[in-house]
């Protein structure tokens, strides 16, 4: 009986995991990407490379690029930090970085100085060489 309840047990724990890795309707796969302002700040005194999307829910543009900015931050985990921020919720970051049409994408660099402001879509390849270029990641 013992050997039984053991295996019901490891199944349950099994289902439950498989169910956590799914995308439900509701359930926002990118939001340990998303942040506040608070956040913000913090990426920028990490001491490690950054890249921001400024952005909101609503845009086309900007939902396109969270896959992206997805896989760049599994791709960099640990050298560089990666950041999606909601103006429609973090309103004061928009005003603060005069954001006049979403998305931006913002570079920095490890000392927090910002190395290029990009408004506007941009591709994985073309975010990639960005960072090339500005020297963001070794």
């Not at 700040?41 to 950054?50: Q, Y």
Request: charged content about 20%; glycine content about 6%.
């Amino acid at each position: 009986m013992k050997l039984k309840t053991s295996w019901i047990i490891i199944g349950v724990i099994l289902f439950a995991a498989i169910l956590a890795t799914l995308n439900f309707p509701g359930r926002d796969p990118y939001a340990k990407l998303r942040g506040t302002e608070r956040d913000l700040d913090a990426t920028l005194a990490s001491g490690r490379p950054s890249i921001i999307e400024l952005g909101t829910k609503t845009c086309p543009y900007c939902k396109a690029l969270y896959p992206i900015m997805g896989k760049l931050s599994t791709e960099f985990k640990g050298r560089m930090n990666v950041l999606i921020v909601d103006l429609e919720d973090q309103q004061n970051v928009a005003r603060r970085y005069d954001v006049s049409a979403v998305p931006v994408i913002l570079f920095y660099d490890a000392q927090g100085k910002q190395v290029h402001r990009f408004e506007g879509f941009m591709s994985y390849n073309d975010l990639k060489s960005a960072m090339a270029f500005y020297k963001l990641v070794p």
